[in-house]
């Protein structure tokens, strides 16, 4: 089974368990409460799906953008990293173009993408 997850720009979809490594971000970033609950819960039930095309869901993409990059790194020797490296890559490249444009709309200017 595969994860996957939607971005305005496009889908990122990867085998089950590099999705549950994104998951494990979240649950790890997240301050305690709903988003967090949630976030748990579709991990622990193996739905490894999630919509962050609503501007509301930045706090998400905002997680992945920032913080993937490191969070890998503490968790993965070099060799692990690599084999995940087309994967992730993409999500981090979804996450950003995302995150940008959810920036924009907030700050009341939409970012063409």
Known sequence: MSGFVRFVD???SWNSSMTRIMFDLLEDRLP???QKAEIVELRDN???MLDL???SQDQLVAIITNDLNDYLASRFDANA???FEAGYSELLRLATAQ???NQG???GHETAG
Do not use: T
Request: no cysteine; hydrophobic share 15%.
């Open 105 to 107: 709309q907030e700050s």
């Open 53 to 55: 095309r609503d501007p």
């Open 99 to 101: 995150h940008r444009r």
């Open 10 to 12: 496009g889908d990122w």
């Open 32 to 34: 305690d409460g709903d």
């Open 81 to 83: 990293r690599k084999d």
């Open 46 to 48: 193996n739905v490894l």
